[in-house]
């Protein structure tokens, strides 16, 4: 098992940055694959950014050059970096946990509670 609780969302104006932290409790947490989703209302839950235990990322190509997912394995933290946000950024935002890295959510085994981002115009 293992726990993960979100934070840093909030309101920022069009062309600022958020970074979201997620910190693990439990097992081993660099022996997960992290994520992060995000979700619009109404929308589907969809891929952001992944991190492999090897450290390597993927990430969609929406943010790519503008998020930045990194962790700290001695802390148990997730970290995305979000600059140059946009209004369509806006969703709440979710961390997730899986031993092997997917772009499917629907393959991930642990969630947060989610953390909202609001980008202004």
């Known amino acids: 098992q293992v726990q993960l609780v979100e934070s840093g969302g909030g309101l920022v104006q069009a062309g600022g940055s958020l970074r979201l932290s997620c910190a693990a409790s439990g097992r081993t947490f660099s022996s997960y694959a992290m994520a992060w989703f995000r979700q619009a209302p109404g929308k589907e839950r969809e891929f952001v950014a992944v991190i492999r235990r090897d450290g390597s990322t993927d990430y969609v190509d929406s943010v790519k050059g503008r998020f930045t997912i990194s962790r700290d394995n001695a802390k148990n933290v997730l970290y995305l970096q979000m600059n140059s946000l946009k209004p369509e950024d806006t969703a709440v935002y979710y961390c997730?946990?899986?031993?092997?890295?997917?772009?499917?959510?629907?393959?991930?085994?642990?969630w947060g509670q989610g953390t909202q981002v609001t980008v202004s115009s």
């Open positions: 997730a946990a899986r031993f092997f890295s997917s772009r499917d959510y629907r393959a991930y085994d642990y």
